[in-house]
């Protein structure tokens, strides 16, 4: 059973614009999400973070959005960058902080110029 | 530079040949983890060590093991590797644990080809 989900595989985005990813999850017990980015060739470089507390959580072009009833949360790149173009993977974890994080299979990010 | 290294970053072998692929930070983490990433699979942990010692199971581990003889080092074992074992792997730590404002780092990948 898949915890948590990001349901795009992929996502094309003209240079400028707004990118939207998204992540559901099942598992009511998860307390801190996280995004994660990956570039070919390289690892997974962590990009965003919430906790469960809040709602939304800023970072320069990054915003990460949190709905706790929905169990749903979204990354949102504003302006978007052929540079941002990359494969984003959603994580969950519980508030131990013992208890592996959970990824989702990711969305590949393309920024058109 | 913190970071974390993974050697070698690319091997092509022969079914039940075994093979080691090392793990090493430099950044004083307790919190060492093995994933796999396979297309249309994402990342699936294999095995994960909450310090020396001390390792468990994670989603995937069927076929590997692991050791954690030291803080830094975490290598991953493929005893009698097989086809289905051909992957892109990754290592990554984190400081004490997997929470949201503890992040793992990762290192950049060991792409292994089981003929």
Not at chain 1, 89 to 104: H, Q, R
Not at chain 2, 10 to 15: H, Q, S
Not at chain 2, 72 to 92: D, G, H, K
Request: with cysteine.
């Amino acid at each position: 059973d898949q915890q948590v989900k990001q349901n795009s595989p992929s996502l094309s985005v003209q240079e400028g614009r707004i990118s939207i990813l998204n992540c559901d999850y099942t598992n009511s017990m998860f307390d801190y999400f996280l995004w994660y980015k990956k570039y070919p060739a390289e690892g997974p470089t962590f990009l965003i973070s919430i906790s469960s507390i809040k709602d939304k959580n800023e970072d320069g072009r990054f915003t990460v959005f949190l709905n706790k009833s929905a169990k749903h949360l979204s990354l949102h790149i504003v302006p978007s960058q052929p540079g941002d173009s990359a494969v984003y993977f959603c994580a969950a974890s519980d508030d131990s902080g013992n208890t592996p994080l959970v990824f989702g299979k990711g969305t590949r990010l393309s920024v058109i110029a | 530079e913190a970071q974390v290294t993974q050697n070698p970053r690319y091997l092509i072998t022969v079914t039940g040949k075994k093979l080691t692929v090392t793990c090493s930070q430099n950044m004083n983490h307790e919190y060492m983890s093995w994933y796999r990433q396979d297309p249309g699979l994402g990342l699936r942990q294999i095995y994960y060590s909450m310090n020396v010692e001390v390792t468990d199971k994670g989603d995937v581990p069927e076929g590997y093991k692991v050791s954690r003889k030291e803080k830094r080092n975490f290598p991953l074992i493929l005893e009698s590797p097989s086809p289905n074992q051909t992957s892109l792997y990754f290592c990554a730590s984190s400081l004490r644990g997997y929470r949201g404002d503890q992040p793992q780092h990762f290192g950049d990948g060991t792409r292994l080809s089981i003929l």
